[in-house]
């Protein structure tokens, strides 16, 4: 699902489509050859999500494909306009909705925003993603699987060369960031890539991988010294997407039509009342104290840098039994994820991810809960500063929005479902998936997680703030000019964040314009659940409203509440 990647490489996927549409193909017909198109030109998002035969293939990123795209996409936006809904079940006219919405978000990237113009991230993220993405499940034998990674590693030479052919002008920032990637990147392929591939026997594929491998990382140190004697002198271009591209991509994307300034006076409402809420439980903390000073203290019961993986670990089993002891969520069937380390590639902006196999993927099942761990490099300060953030209760509201009952669980309810349609498979919203995972961090809490400790309420109330912090702070800076220096004093002094988390979360938010939807999804699930609460009146449980809200998959909330209420209402 796009919402599940990092937020870098999910602007540059390309859409070529080659199957021709018929000349009245069915709903399900046209649903079908739409995604065989895209995985045939997206063939690592193929690989991701379980369809393993495009995995000696990588994208084309030239602009004849972003052409060839364009033309494609109004072709298949055009046939599924002309599907009368009135023809088809409810479900299949939320779907065709759904497909129009989700065809037009790639064209607002295509001829708007490009993204693929400006982040030369996107290109050496997208390469390493991509052979990553055969070694981190064992869905074939190693033999099988390092033929691939020859395979796709041969095209990384052409990739590179065109990704310097269609960016232009970058702002500063991507191309630092870029910068910032690359030994990442280029650690991946010198020393995680060959560790895969230790059992492997057949000394002449080993051979011919070792010499592709050192060819691919050769390309990519050409491509770090072109970033910073070339790309970075020119890079002049401004992050901000402006504000009708903005209003376009959320309506485009998460089908919310609500007009940036009241979604201003939202978001600042909710980030006041989160505010008070911070310092009450602070107060009942240690009420002689100040509410920073309170947090302060907090902080400094954090784990090891060696101990973090282990003890996100350890709280896993204890967060799911209490989901079924409290009858929040029925818990599907499925294995544990397991706490890992952030790829090396992907730590500039990201602190912890959910990496699931994908809804198609029948033979490596492992989930993989990532943790960025502070860069051994950084000063002593700047490590036990960035180990504040992962204090005991912070990390256990980390866990609940990553795994239960958050992405994972999710996750798990998709892969269940055996009538889920392809495009609620396929597709989903941020506002859904990132909102449900942020709503999680609240409602376990109401519902006696710890039995009402305080510190664990005041951990939940500085995630809270730091999502209604990207809620402005997005906003402001792709439409009213907030400056990275502005936004980072914000999460600071508005977000209670420590300064390396206001940095990082800035830095993600030039690129990332619509991380809002953590705190505008959770607000739209907080009054579908009121008004079907409502609705039910003595009839309504908890448990059958998380059920009925997850198994809809993870389309724009406005999708599930017509599911829910029987009709459209407003979503806040």
């Given at each position: ?60 990123f030239s602009l004849a494909a972003h052409q060839r795209n364009r033309r494609r996409l109004l072709q298949y936006l055009a046939a599924f306009q002309a599907i009368n809904p009135q023809t088809l079940s409810q479900l299949d006219r939320d779907d065709r909705e759904i497909m129009i919405a989700t065809i037009r978000s790639a064209l607002l990237e295509e001829d708007r925003v490009q ?325 999680s961090e609240q409602m376990v809490l109401d519902e006696g997680l710890y039995n009402n400790d305080p510190r664990y309420r005041l951990a939940q109330l500085v995630d809270a703030l730091l999502r209604d912090s990207r809620y402005i702070v997005g906003i402001r800076m792709h439409t009213q000019g907030m400056t990275m220096a502005e936004a980072r004093e914000f999460f600071v002094k ?79």
């Amino acid at each position: 699902m796009k919402y599940r990647y990092f937020w870098i490489f999910a602007a540059l996927v390309v859409l070529t489509m080659t199957t021709s549409i018929e000349a009245k193909p069915s709903f399900h017909q046209l649903v079908d050859a739409y995604f065989d198109d895209y995985f045939k030109a997206n063939p690592s998002q193929a690989t991701v999500t379980g369809f393993h035969q495009y995995d000696n293939q990588l994208e084309d990123f030239s602009l004849a494909a972003h052409q060839r795209n364009r033309r494609r996409l109004l072709q298949y936006l055009a046939a599924f306009q002309a599907i009368n809904p009135q023809t088809l079940s409810q479900l299949d006219r939320d779907d065709r909705e759904i497909m129009i919405a989700t065809i037009r978000s790639a064209l607002l990237e295509e001829d708007r925003v490009q993204m693929w113009r400006k982040n030369p991230d996107s290109y050496s993220g997208a390469v390493t993603s991509s052979i990553f993405s055969l070694i981190k499940r064992n869905f074939a034998p190693p033999d099988e699987r390092l033929r691939s990674v020859i395979a796709r590693e041969k095209q990384i030479p052409r990739a590179l060369m065109q990704a310097r052919a269609v960016l232009r002008n970058p702002p500063k920032i991507y191309t630092d960031i870029a910068i910032e990637q690359m030994p990442g990147n280029i650690d991946f392929f010198q020393d995680t890539l060959p560790a895969a591939f230790t059992d492997v026997k057949d000394t002449n594929l080993v051979t011919e991988f070792i010499r592709v491998n050192e060819a691919a990382m050769a390309e990519l140190k050409n491509y770090q010294d072109w970033l910073r004697k070339d790309l970075l002198l020119r890079s002049h271009g401004t992050f901000a997407i402006g504000a009708e591209n903005y209003r376009l991509k959320l309506l485009h994307d998460e089908m919310v039509d609500t007009p940036l300034p009241r979604l201003l006076e939202i978001g600042y409402a909710q980030l006041h009342k989160d505010q008070q809420a911070f310092a009450d439980t602070a107060r009942r903390i240690d009420p002689n104290k100040k509410p920073e000073d309170v947090l302060k203290e907090l902080e400094k019961d954090h784990p090891t840098a060696d101990k973090l993986l282990s003890s996100a670990q350890q709280q896993l089993n204890g967060l799911r039994q209490f989901l079924i002891d409290k009858k929040i969520i029925t818990v599907p069937g499925g294995d544990q994820a397991k706490v890992v380390e952030t790829p090396s590639f992907a730590r500039a902006t990201t602190f912890a991810s959910m990496d699931t196999p994908g809804p198609y993927e029948t033979k490596a099942t492992e989930a993989y809960y990532n943790i960025t761990l502070p860069d051994p490099s950084w000063p002593k300060e700047k490590q036990e500063e960035y180990l504040e953030g992962y204090n005991f209760p912070l990390l256990s509201n980390v866990s609940v929005h990553e795994v239960w009952p958050g992405h994972y669980t999710q996750f798990l309810w998709v892969k269940n479902s055996s009538d889920l349609s392809k495009v609620r498979k396929l597709t989903g919203a941020g506002s859904n998936a990132e909102g449900w995972a942020h709503y999680s961090e609240q409602m376990v809490l109401d519902e006696g997680l710890y039995n009402n400790d305080p510190r664990y309420r005041l951990a939940q109330l500085v995630d809270a703030l730091l999502r209604d912090s990207r809620y402005i702070v997005g906003i402001r800076m792709h439409t009213q000019g907030m400056t990275m220096a502005e936004a980072r004093e914000f999460f600071v002094k508005e977000g209670h964040q420590v300064p390396v988390v206001g940095e990082m979360e800035t830095k993600r938010g030039t690129g990332d314009p619509t991380y809002l939807m953590y705190t505008l999804g959770k607000l739209e699930i907080m009054k579908l659940r009121d008004d079907y609460k409502r609705k039910m009146g003595a009839q309504f449980s908890l448990q059958d409203f998380h059920d009925r809200f997850i198994k809809a998959g993870s389309p724009p909330v406005k999708i599930v509440r017509r599911e829910l209420m029987g009709q459209d209402g407003p979503l806040l």
